[in-house]
């Protein structure tokens, strides 16, 4: 509960400092292409690299599932598939970009994606690319689109159908 209620306050300090803005208009046409091809690549990436790593998951793929073997599917599937995206994505891509790289985006999306992948406790070289690879498609559909409520959407895409997936392995 208290990992729910920190987005609460990371959502309320993002919209009181105007780092973000949440509103459907998001959702385009446009936009939407952008989330599926992302997703797309991004999937792609993810079982090129896969076939380079020496162990069959990662350290916080496996913290996850020992999490969601031990509390309820439901405050799991919450915190996992709502609240880590919406939490990630504020502070990763909204702030990140906003505060330190505004006119930067290529540094933007090459620090945000290494922050990104060190923050998901890569244990060897093939964990890290993964983590970064997700956080670079996740920091380019933001900077495509200038739209945090994007980068969302994919992260609540990717991390809803490995939480799916996960429920029947």
Not at 109 to 126: A, E, M, N, R, Y
């Amino acid at each position: 509960l208290l990992f729910l209620a920190s987005v609460a306050i990371i959502v309320m300090l993002a919209l009181k400092r105007k780092i973000i803005t949440f509103k459907w208009d998001f959702l385009t046409g446009r936009n939407l292409a952008i989330i599926f091809i992302a997703f797309f690549l991004m999937k792609v990436v993810s079982v090129v690299i896969a076939m380079f790593m020496t162990t069959d998951t990662t350290a916080n793929q496996e913290a996850i599932n020992q999490l969601t073997s031990s509390n309820s599917s439901l405050l799991m599937a919450v915190m996992i598939v709502i609240a880590a995206p919406i939490n990630e994505e504020i502070i990763f891509r909204a702030s990140i970009t906003q505060l330190f790289f505004k006119k930067h985006q290529v540094a933007a999306l090459i620090v945000t994606s290494v922050v990104f992948g060190l923050f998901h406790g890569p244990t060897d070289i093939q964990s890290f690319l993964l983590y970064s690879s997700m956080g670079a498609a996740l920091s380019a559909v933001y900077l495509k689109t200038g739209r945090i409520e994007c980068s969302i959407a994919l992260h609540f895409l990717n991390n809803g159908l490995s939480f799916v997936a996960m429920q029947f392995i």
